[in-house]
C-alpha cells in the first residue's frame, strides 16, 4: 500500500518517497497490463462467435396491404411500448412454416 509505505501512523517518513512512488509506477502498469489482457480476451469472442447469417429483406414496394399494415403497427406498437423516436428499417416476411413453435 502505497500510503502505507510514507506514513507509519505518526510521522510523515520522507525517505520512503521514492519507494512509494516505484510501488505506485509498478501498480499503474500493472492495472493497465490487466486491462490490456481483459481487452484481448473480449476481442477474441469476436472470433469465436460469427455474425448470424442477415435475414432477407422485403422491398416497401413489394408488399402486399396486408404486410404493409402488419408492419406499420408493429412500428407503432414499438414506438408506444418504448417511448422513443423509431424508424422502420427492413420487413421480413414470416410464413408459418418459418415460425418458431
Avoid at 520522507?14 to 510501488?23: D, Y
Avoid at 423516436?85 to 412454416?97: C, F, G, M, N, P
Wanted: aromatic share 10%.
Amino acid at each position: 500500500m502505497m500510503f502505507l509505505a510514507i506514513y507509519d501512523g505518526e510521522t510523515f517518513d520522507a525517505g520512503n518517497l521514492p519507494e512509494a512512488l516505484l510501488i505506485t509506477l509498478f501498480s499503474m502498469l500493472l492495472v493497465f497490463f490487466i486491462l490490456f489482457i481483459l481487452m484481448l480476451v473480449i476481442s477474441a469472442f469476436k472470433y469465436l462467435n460469427p455474425k448470424k447469417r442477415a435475414a432477407e429483406n422485403i422491398a416497401w414496394d413489394n408488399l402486399d396491404e396486408e404486410g404493409r399494415v402488419a408492419a406499420l403497427v408493429a412500428t407503432i406498437d414499438y414506438a408506444a411500448e418504448t417511448k422513443k423516436d423509431v424508424r422502420l428499417v427492413s420487413v421480413k416476411k414470416i410464413t408459418k412454416e418459418g415460425r418458431k413453435p
